[in-house]
C-alpha cells in the first residue's frame, strides 16, 4: 500500500546523499518535498502540514554528528515523526472478557474482518469466541459471516427467528455472553452515512455496552476514509480502527490521516484475502517498511505463524543459493504468501522489488519453474553451469516445456541468486535465527 510513497521518500533521500553538512536550506527543501510527497500519496492537509512542521521543529538546530551523514539525520527524524502520526500504543483486545462492537460502511471488509479478528483471538491468544451477525438488511451477510465462522471452527450465534431486527439478536446474544472471552457483534453497513445507520448502532451500543467500539476502514478510499472516521467517532466514541486492504494499490493516505483524524489506535491491519490475513498493528514496523528498512520481526513471526520450520539460512543463502535451494526456498515462499509478501518485510525491498521484475519472475510462473527444476538430474541443481544446449533439450522434453522457458529460468536463477545475496547480512541472520531458539 505504502510503495508508491515509500519510493518517492527515497528518491527525496536519495537526493541528499554525499551531503557533508545539515543546512537549513537542505532541511527546507526536503520538508518541501516530503510534504508534497505526503500529499500525493492522499494524507489529508491537515495532517501533511502538522507532520512537515513537527518534522521541521525536531530538525531545527540539528547538527551532523560522528559519522552520521544528513540523509541518516533527516530519515530519523522521518521515522520517529512516522511512529508518533501512527502511534505508540499496543492492542489491548485481549482482556479476559470483551463485547466487541464492528462498524464501518458497506463493503469495507466488516464481515470478513470479524471472522478474521475472531481467527486471530482464538488462535494466537487462545480466547472463547463467539460471532454474532447483526446485517439482517443485505443479502445473505448473516450466511457469509456463519459460514466462515463453520470454515474456521469458531461459535457462531444463530438462536433468533429470521423475522428478529438487529436489536432483538443483538440483546438474545448479549444473554449468553458470559459463556464466552470475546462476543463480537458485526453491525449492518450502509453505502453511505445517515441517520437511521447511526441510531441503530447507537442503540446496539447501549443494549450490549461493548468494552471495543472498532470501526473498519478501507484503505483505498482514501479521503472519503477521514469523513467516515469523523462521523462514526462522532457518534460512538470508537476505541479503535482495523484497515482493510492494505495489499491494494491505495496511496497510504487513510493510514496516515486515520489515528490523527479520530485520535483512535490502529489496532489491526488486514493484509489479503484470507481469514488468517491479519497483523496486530505495529507502528514502527510500519514506519520501517515506508522508509524501506524492512520488517524482519514481522517476518520471523509470520513464518513461526505458518510453522515454516525449515532452516531460516536457506532464506539468506548467498553464494552457496543452487536450483535445490530455489526450489526449497520458493516452497517456503508460498506459505509467507509468496515471493511479494515475502520482500516486503526485507530492507532495501523497493529496490530488489524493481530487480525483480527485471528478472520477469512472479507467483504465476513458480508452478512451472517447479516442473523445470524437477526435470533436472541431481548434479544439473547442483552445478547450473554445466546445463549445455542437450541438457536443456532432454529437461524440457521431460517437464513439456520449450526450451525457451528453460532458458529462461537459468537467466532468472542467476538474477536471483544475485539478490539472494542482499539477504545475507550478518544482521538479518542473527535477527531471524534468535527468533527461532
Known sequence: ??????????????GIRGRGILTQDIIDSTIREIRISLLEADVA??????????LKETLKGEKVI??????????????????????????????????????????????????????LFKEKFKKSVLLVSLDTYRPAAIEQLKKLAYNNNIDFFDNFDNKDDPL??????????????????????RLYLDEKLMEEIKNIKNIISPQEIILVI???MGQDALNTAKSFNENLSITGLILTRIDGDSRGGAALSAKYVTNCQIKYICTGEKVSDIEIFHPERIASRILDKGDVISLVEKALDENVIADIKDIAIGKDFDLNGMEKYIKQLEKLGGIGGFLKFIPGMGKIKEQLQQTNINDK??????AIIKSMTNQERKDPKILN?????RIALGC?????????????????????SKFSSPGIIQQMTSKLK
Open 1 to 14: 500500500m505504502f510503495s508508491n510513497l515509500s519510493k518517492k521518500l527515497m528518491k527525496i533521500f536519495d
Open 45 to 54: 492537509l491537515s495532517v501533511a502540514r502538522s507532520f512537515t512542521e513537527n
Open 66 to 119: 560522528g559519522g552520521i551523514s544528513p540523509e541518516q539525520t533527516i530519515i530519523k527524524a522521518v521515522y520517529d515523526e512516522l511512529v508518533r502520526l501512527l502511534g505508540t500504543e499496543m492492542p489491548d483486545l485481549q482482556k479476559p472478557k470483551s463485547s466487541v462492537l464492528i462498524a464501518g460502511l458497506q463493503g469495507s471488509g466488516k464481515t470478513t474482518t470479524s471472522a478474521k479478528l475472531a481467527k
Open 168 to 189: 432483538l439478536i443483538a440483546q438474545k446474544a448479549n444473554n449468553i455472553k458470559d459463556k464466552y472471552d470475546i462476543v463480537i457483534y458485526d453491525t449492518a453497513g
Open 218 to 220: 478501507d484503505s483505498m
Open 365 to 370: 510462473t513458480i508452478t512451472r519453474q517447479l
Open 389 to 393: 544446449g542437450s541438457r536443456r533439450k
Open 400 to 420: 513439456g516445456q520449450p526450451v525457451s522457458e528453460v532458458n529462461k529460468l537459468i537467466k532468472q536463477f542467476e538474477g536471483v541468486k544475485h539478490m539472494m
